[in-house]
Antibody, heavy 121, light 107 residues
Framework: EVQLLESGGGLVQPGGSLRLSCLPSGFSFDHYGMNWVRQAPGKGLEWVSSINVGGTTSYADSVRGRFAISRDKSKNLLYLQMNSLTVEDTATYFC???????????????WGQGTLVTVSS | YVLTQPPSVSVAPGQTARLTCGGDNVGRKSVHWYRQSPGQAPVLVVSDDSDRPAGISERFSGSNSGNTATLTISRVEAGDEADYYCQVWNSGSDHPVFGGGTKLTVL
């Protein structure tokens, strides 16, 4: 059974930093692109970032230069480093598995339960 | 690239719900659909316009042509009440795009 377990969310002040982690299980982590998708309270889904099996990354314009996605194959973990956070970054962040090794032209076949990030003073 | 979904659709139990996703020549793209029940993570219900993942009821089907993709839910049940999102890959910006979502209410 595929599972994605996010951690690292919490309350942070504007301008602060946070690192999210995602622990996947039930599939070969090395073989699939991985993603972060967020959802602000009461709002729709917003793609944040993707990383393919080779480590190539992609970012939404709203987070480029502030967020960094990475994957550690030795630890079997996916990360999202978030810097210079603003109130607009307040959302539940979902760790999402892609259905292929690339992140292009793919869909999202498994989602974690999400971790809540609240940016507030 | 913008995907437009109606904010809400209501249907009586046992009837058919048709949820639309509009976009410029969306028929030339592969459309994927996700269901998000209240307080839950999204679940893939249709991929590549009309493919159903394992474990998804046959009552869910998809189509895509012209400027509109459609998720059809037959014999709607109370448990189908959820938010539904469509998604495509936008080659222009080289990233995925979600529609705004449709809240399906079962009367």
């Amino acid at each position: 059974e595929v599972q994605l377990l996010e951690s690292g969310g919490g309350l942070v002040q504007p301008g602060g930093s946070l690192r999210l982690s995602c622990l996947p299980s039930g599939f070969s982590f090395d073989h699939y692109g991985m993603n972060w998708v967020r959802q602000a309270p009461g709002k729709g889904l917003e793609w944040v970032s993707s990383i393919n099996v080779g480590g190539t990354t992609s970012y939404a314009d709203s987070v480029r230069g502030r967020f960094a996605i990475s994957r550690d194959k030795s630890k079997n973990l996916l990360y999202l480093q978030m810097n210079s956070l603003t109130v607009e970054d307040t959302a539940t962040y979902f760790c999402v598995k892609g259905q292929a090794g690339t992140y292009r032209a793919t869909f999202f076949d498994y989602w974690g339960q999400g971790t809540l990030v609240t940016v507030s003073s | 690239y913008v995907l437009t979904q109606p904010p809400s659709v209501s249907v009586a139990p046992g009837q058919t719900a048709r949820l639309t996703c509009g976009g410029d020549n969306v028929g030339r793209k592969s459309v994927h659909w996700y269901r998000q029940s209240p307080g839950q993570a999204p679940v893939l219900v249709v991929s590549d316009d009309s493919d159903r993942p394992a474990g998804i009821s046959e009552r869910f089907s998809g189509s895509n042509s012209g400027n509109t993709a459609t998720l059809t839910i037959s014999r709607v049940e109370a448990g189908d009440e959820a938010d539904y999102y469509c998604q495509v890959w936008n080659s222009g910006s080289d990233h995925p795009v979600f529609g705004g979502g449709t809240k399906l209410t079962v009367l």
